[in-house]
Nanobody, 124 residues
Framework: LVQLVESGGGSVQAGGSLRLSCAAY????????MAWFRQAPGKEREGVAA????????LYADSVKGRFTISQDSAKNTLYLQMNGLKPEDSGMYYCAADFRVGGGWRSRDYNYWGQGTQVTVSS
């Protein structure tokens, strides 16, 4: 059974930093793509960042470019999201997602697996 477990969320003031982690269990090898999504109350879930694990190609939403960095530690089967310069609009539940199927973009694909989420709250 594949499981994704997020951690690292919390409450910070605007301008602060957080590092989210997503530990993956239950499979060997690597997913084709892993990503971070977020959802604020009353809003649709949106893609934040993704990494194609084979090529290490990284993609970001325009709203987080230059502030967030996605990375992976293949040896630990862990995905990270370093978030700097946090803004109140970055608040929400952050989810890790993984997909083993090859091909396709990162925002609209139907990911195989999702974590339970970790809450990020940024106060002004």
């Amino acid at each position: 059974l594949v499981q994704l477990v997020e951690s690292g969320g919390g409450s910070v003031q605007a301008g602060g930093s957080l590092r989210l982690s997503c530990a993956a269990y239950g499979y060997t090898g690597s997913a084709y793509i892993m990503a971070w999504f977020r959802q604020a109350p009353g809003k649709e879930r949106e893609g934040v960042a993704a990494i194609y694990t084979g090529t290490s190609l990284k993609l970001y939403a325009d709203s987080v470019k230059g502030r967030f960095t996605i990375s992976q530690d293949s040896a630990k089967n862990t995905l990270y999201l370093q978030m700097n310069g946090l803004k109140p609009e970055d608040s929400g539940m952050y989810y890790c997602a993984a997909d083993f199927r090859v091909g396709g973009g990162w925002r609209s694909r139907d990911y195989n697996y999702w974590g339970q989420g970790t809450q990020v709250t940024v106060s002004s």
